[in-house]
């Protein structure tokens, strides 16, 4: 891990033009740019206290170990280098199970309401895209009713809490005196300059291309699928019963490779951004690496968006400011390259790799854990 750490120190610490000569780049051509340091060493030595990774003798270091180990050394870089300004959440699998609402009781609504009292802001930046508050307010009123009863007792004043939807293209504010909680903020006063270049011609034309692809997979793979088209996305969902049919994890892997090959090679997909993607979680995915028989749950479809994380969470920086990345945690489930809409977000601001909602609130717990450490 020591030489790791001197590894991408290295990197970092080299002027941008000079990235692609750093020993790191010629070891892994493809990483990108680190936001803050880590202290690898320091968070194995932490995260073996926990996991014992030394101390086995049968099992090696997994997947989930470095997963972790990245992670604290992420959250103690941010503790020591901050201060930490933006928190931003993914919604199923990060904040609650995959299509389940953040209920009262969720652990994560005292740990979010922690971090509003300490001055950080919170976005949540979903793939689910409404126009209309109440939908929103209908998966997260645990948390919304919790900030208003906040407020009401006295212990937050004016707390900042901005949900981002369909990846980037629709952003609410929390509102103590709305009816659901939730105020819809119009695209001309928080859309990037970048995003004006993208025109409702093109848009169109890379959806067309997108359910073009999402039928053809319908007829090549035999799914017993629905086209579901919205102003910004289109996606396939499984049929309703009686003809309902679990998607093998194979069906939705080929359906979102080709289907993103597809519309990357379209003309409007040549400059216009978007995200192809799936629900798999890694928790998921990797019970069906190890257990050849594991039931799979959750995300059973598969979604072109307009734009993605990264500009939903640039979104939420420049919306509030101008937050910079260095000062930005993106916390989800879905980092892996393939399928993943969560992977986008590490070129706006640091992440962090979550398995399942319980691991959030360890992963908060941690944060709170190393502030009180300083």
């Known amino acids: 891990m020591h030489d790791v750490e001197a590894l991408i120190n290295d990197h970092s610490n080299m002027p941008f033009l000079a990235y692609g000569r750093s020993k790191l780049k010629l070891l892994v051509p493809s990483v990108g740019v680190f936001f803050t340091p880590l202290p690898l060493e320091e968070a194995f030595k932490f995260q073996d206290g926990r996991r014992r990774i030394s101390s086995r003798r049968f099992v090696p270091p997994s997947f989930n170990d470095i997963r972790l180990i990245l992670n ?167 049929l309703s019963e009686p003809n309902a049919r679990k998607f093998a994890r194979e069906q939705l892997e080929e359906t979102v490779l080709l289907t993103q090959q597809i519309v990357e090679m379209s003309p409007a997909g040549k400059f216009l951004p978007f995200c192809a993607f799936n629900g798999q979680s890694i928790e998921a995915i990797y019970l069906l690496l190890t257990f050849s028989d594991a039931f799979l749950t959750g995300g059973n479809d598969v979604f072109v968006d307009i734009g993605d994380k990264s500009w939903g969470v640039l979104s939420c920086q420049r919306y509030l400011g101008g937050i ?31 398995a399942s909602p319980s691991e959030t609130v360890q992963l908060l717990d941690e944060l709170s854990l190393h502030k009180g450490q300083i």
């Open 72 to 238: 604290s050394a992420q959250l103690m870089s941010l503790v020591r280098n901050g201060p930490l300004q933006l928190i931003t959440f993914d919604g199923d699998v990060t904040l609650y199970d995959d299509g389940e609402s953040l209920i009262p009781k969720n652990p994560v609504i005292e740990r979010i309401l922690n971090l509003l009292i300490e001055g950080i802001k919170v976005g949540i930046v979903t793939a689910a895209g409404y126009t209309d508050a109440s939908k929103y307010y209908g998966r997260l009123f645990g948390l919304l009713e919790a900030i208003k009863n906040a407020v009401e007792q006295g212990k937050l004043s004016d707390p900042t809490v901005i949900i981002v939807g369909g990846e980037s293209n629709y952003l609410f504010t929390f509102d103590a005196t709305s009816e659901h909680l939730l105020t819809f903020v119009p695209r001309a006063k928080w859309m990037l300059e970048e995003m004006k270049a993208w025109s409702e011609h093109d848009i169109t034309a890379l959806l067309d291309v997108a359910e073009g692809a999402l039928r053809e997979c319908i007829e090549n793979l035999g799914l017993a699928a629905a086209i579901l088209r919205k102003e910004r996305a289109v996606g396939i969902v499984p």
């Open 324 to 354: 910079e990345g260095s000062k930005t945690l993106h916390v989800g489930d879905q980092f892996l390259s393939a399928g993943a809409n969560d992977f986008k977000a590490r070129l706006a601001c640091t992440t962090a790799w979550i």
